[in-house]
C-alpha cells in the first residue's frame, strides 16, 4: 500500500462536520485526532518501513495547510530548505529548542546517549630534526669555513640531530557534556595535543604516555573515526559548492548509531503508545536514515553556520572566485561535524571570523554538546569574554606543558592565590595568556606588600598540583575508567562507516561532478587536438611521399608526433589535479574513503575521452598522411 494512499484514507476515515458554537475549538480537536489517526497508519507499517516514515505539513490543492504521510528519503531539496527554516527560524533560540524537544524524546523512553571520555596520561611527544647551520655574513672568513664545511658534511655519513620535546609529561581529562577550551601562546604545542587525542600525529614522531577512549586504547579502535579533528588549514576542492562538500561528508561519514537509537525509541514509543512531534519525528528519521546522497542534517549544518546564504555558491581558490575566508573556515568546521562522531577537536576555528560570528558557532556547539552528552576540545587564540563565558573547562598550555585544566570559574581564584590578580577591565581569557608571560606577569601582580618576582611556568604547574583541582585530577586519573558505563558503540572499530560500494558511488558521482564543472576545458582540449591534426596532415602530406628511405623516416615521425600529441593532450587536467589532490589526502586520512575509491573513479571517467581523441586523430590524418589503407595490414 502506498504511503499516501494510507494517509489520505486515515483522514477521509475521520473527516465530519462540525457542530457546536465553539467551531474553532472542534477543528483543533478534529486535527488533533487526524494526526493521531495518520500517526496510528505509521505504526502499522513494517519496521523498516516506519522509521523512514513520518509526517510533515503540507499545502493541498485547496490552500488549507495539513499532515501528510511522506517518505523521509525522498525529500526533495525545496522540501528540505523549507523544513529547515520552519526549524529554526532564529538560530540561536530554535536550534536550543530542537535539541532540547530531542533530548526529551530519548529521556522519555529510559534510552541513554553514548558517550566519550578522552584520558590522557603522561603524554610527552618528541621530534628529532637535523641541525641546519645558519648562513653568515658574507665575509671572506665566513666564505672560506662555509666552503670547507661543505665537505665535512660529505665525509660525516650521519648529520647532525637533535631532539624537541613538543609536549612533555601531561595529563587530564576531557569529559564529555562539558565544552572544554585550550588556550595557549602560539608554538606551545595546541596543535599537536589535538592531533594526538585525536590519533592523527605524523608516524615520525616519538609518543610515550597514555590516551585512551573509554579506557581503550588507541591501537583497540580506529580513533579516526570516533573523533572529529577540524584543522585550521581549509582544504577543499574548489569545483564544489558549499552544499556539496557538505553532502560529499555527510554521505562518507554516514549516519552512526542514530539509525539504532532511531529505531530504538520508535519501537519503545510504539510499546508505550506515544505520539511523538511530528516536526521532531521527521527531522530525527529524516538524519538517521542511511544510504541517501542528499542528507537533512546537510541543511541544518548550514543553517546554524551561517552558510545557508552561499550554499550554491562553488568554494573557489587563489585562481577561482569564491567564497571568503570566513565562509571557508565555517565550512571546515561544517565538514566535520555534519557527521556522527561524538568527540570533536577543534584547531583554531575562529581565525578569519568576527567576534560575532564565533559566538555565534560556539553557542551552537554548546548546545550540542550540553544536550547530547557530546565531547569538545576547541582551540581558540584570543576569545571574547562572552565567547570565553560559554565554556566549562579551560586548558591552559604553555611551553609544552599544561599549566592549568580545571573549571572555567575557578581559574581566575586559582592564578589570584598564585598571587595574579585579573582586574575588572581585562578579559579573562587574556589574562590567562598574559599571566605566564614573563614580559606581562609583572602588571597583575597583587600583593602590595610583597616584592613582585617572576612565578616561571613550572612553578605554576607545582602549585595546580597541589591545589584541590589538581589532586582530584590527578586522583581521577589513578581509577580505571568503567567500561560499563558506556557501551562499545560509542567508539568506532571500523576504518569506514558506510560499504565500499557507497563509498565507491559518492566518489564516482562526486568525478562526474567535477567533469561536468570542466567541460569547457575537455571540449577546449578536444578542439585542439582537431586543429592540431588538420596542421599534422598538411605537414605529412601523402602526395610528397614515395617508397624509399626518406618517405619512411617521415611516416615513422608523423607515427612519433602522433604518439606524442595523444600522451600529453590531458596535460590540461594536470593543474586541477594537483589543486584536488590536498583537498583528497585530507579526507582520506580522516578515513572518508580509501585511496581507490578515489583513483579508480578518476580513471576510468577518463578512458572515453582518450578514445574520443584517439578516433578523431585517427579519422582526419590516417588516409591523408598516407599510412596503409588495407585492413589486414
Not at 536550534?95 to 530531542?102: A, G, I, K, T
Not at 662555509?146 to 601531561?170: A, M, N, Q, W
Amino acid at each position: 500500500m502506498e504511503l499516501t494512499t494510507i494517509g489520505r484514507n486515515a483522514q477521509s476515515s475521520f473527516r465530519r462536520g462540525g457542530t457546536g458554537l465553539d467551531m474553532d475549538a472542534d477543528s483543533i480537536m478534529e486535527e488533533d485526532d487526524e494526526v493521531r489517526l495518520q500517526w496510528a497508519a505509521i505504526e502499522r507499517l513494517p519496521t523498516f518501513k516506519r522509521i523512514k516514515t513520518s509526517l510533515l505539513e503540507a499545502s493541498n490543492a485547496e490552500g488549507d495547510d495539513g499532515k501528510r504521510v511522506t517518505d523521509v528519503t525522498k525529500l526533495g531539496a525545496a522540501e528540505r530548505r523549507l523544513f529547515i527554516e520552519k526549524l529554526l527560524k532564529h538560530v540561536e533560540n530554535d536550534n536550543l529548542r530542537l535539541l532540547q524537544n530531542l533530548r526529551e524524546r530519548i529521556d522519555r523512553v529510559g534510552m541513554r546517549l553514548p558517550t566519550v571520555e578522552v584520558r590522557y596520561k603522561n603524554l610527552s611527544v618528541e621530534a628529532e630534526c637535523e641541525v641546519v647551520d645558519g648562513k653568515p655574513l658574507p665575509t671572506l672568513w665566513n666564505s672560506i669555513t662555509s666552503f670547507l664545511s661543505g665537505f665535512k658534511k660529505i665525509l660525516r655519513s650521519k648529520p647532525r640531530e637533535t631532539k624537541i620535546s613538543i609536549l612533555k609529561d601531561v595529563s587530564g581529562i576531557i569529559k564529555p557534556s562539558r565544552l572544554t577550551l585550550l588556550l595557549g601562546p602560539p608554538g606551545c604545542g595546541k596543535t599537536t595535543l589535538l592531533l594526538a587525542l585525536s590519533g592523527r600525529l605524523d608516524q615520525s614522531l616519538k609518543v610515550e604516555g597514555e590516551i585512551s577512549y573509554n579506557g581503550h586504547k588507541l591501537d583497540e579502535f580506529v580513533p579516526q573515526k570516533t573523533s572529529a579533528y577540524i584543522s585550521q588549514y581549509d582544504l577543499h576542492i574548489p569545483e564544489m559548492t558549499v552544499r556539496e562538500t557538505i553532502d560529499f561528508s555527510a554521505h562518507c561519514q554516514g549516519v552512526g548509531s542514530r539509525a539504532d537509537i532511531m529505531l530504538e525509541v520508535s519501537r519503545r514509543e510504539k510499546e508505550a503508545g506515544i505520539v511523538p512531534d511530528p516536526d521532531l519525528d521527521t527531522y530525527m528519521k529524516a538524519i538517521s536514515a542511511e544510504g541517501i546522497r542528499r542528507n537533512l542534517q546537510t541543511d541544518y549544518v548550514l543553517k546554524i553556520l551561517g552558510l545557508d546564504i552561499c550554499a550554491d555558491i562553488m568554494v573557489g581558490s587563489a585562481s577561482r572566485r569564491g567564497i571568503s575566508g570566513g565562509q571557508k573556515k565555517r565550512l571546515t568546521t561544517g565538514e566535520m561535524i555534519v557527521g556522527p562522531t561524538k568527540a570533536l577537536f577543534m584547531d583554531e576555528i575562529s581565525t578569519g571570523l568576527d567576534s560575532s560570528t564565533t559566538f555565534q558557532i560556539v553557542t551552537c556547539l554548546q548546545q550540542l554538546v550540553h544536550i547530547t552528552d557530546s565531547t569538545a576540545l576547541i582551540s581558540l587564540l584570543q576569545p571574547a569574554p562572552e565567547t570565553f563565558n560559554l565554556f566549562d573547562d579551560v586548558i591552559l598550555m604553555a611551553e609544552g606543558k599544561i599549566v592549568y585544566h580545571g573549571p572555567c570559574s575557578h581559574a581566575l581564584q586559582f592564578f589570584e592565590d598564585c598571587g595574579f590578580k585579573c582586574p575588572h577591565r581585562k578579559g579573562a581569557a587574556d589574562f590567562l595568556q598574559e599571566v605566564i608571560s614573563k614580559k606581562d606577569q609583572a602588571q597583575y601582580w597583587c600583593h602590595a606588600d610583597l616584592p613582585y618576582h617572576y612565578v616561571s611556568v613550572n612553578q605554576f604547574i607545582e602549585m595546580f598540583k597541589a591545589s584541590n583541582l589538581g589532586q582530584k585530577l590527578a586522583e581521577e586519573l589513578s581509577k580505571p575508567y568503567e567500561k560499563s558505563r558506556c557501551p562499545n558503540s560509542a567508539v568506532s572499530f571500523s576504518f569506514y562507516s558506510v560499504r565500499k560500494w557507497e563509498l565507491f558511488k559518492a566518489c564516482m558521482a562526486r568525478e562526474v561532478l567535477l567533469m561536468k564543472r570542466n567541460t569547457f576545458v575537455y571540449v577546449f582540449k578536444t578542439a585542439q587536438l582537431v586543429f592540431t591534426a588538420f596542421i599534422t596532415m598538411t605537414v605529412f602530406l601523402r602526395a610528397r611521399m614515395t617508397v624509399d628511405l626518406m618517405s619512411a623516416n617521415y611516416l615513422m615521425g608523423s607515427m612519433y608526433y602522433a604518439l606524442i600529441r595523444l600522451s600529453t593532450n590531458g596535460v590540461a587536467e594536470l593543474s586541477m589535479t594537483i589543486i584536488r589532490l590536498p583537498a583528497v589526502q585530507k579526507q582520506r586520512l580522516f578515513y572518508l574513503y580509501p585511496a581507490w575509491a578515489y583513483s579508480i573513479p578518476a580513471s576510468i571517467l577518463k578512458i572515453p575521452f582518450s578514445v574520443l581523441d584517439s578516433i578523431l586523430w585517427t579519422g582526419i590524418t590516417y588516409y591523408v598522411i598516407g599510412y596503409s589503407p588495407e585492413v589486414t595490414r
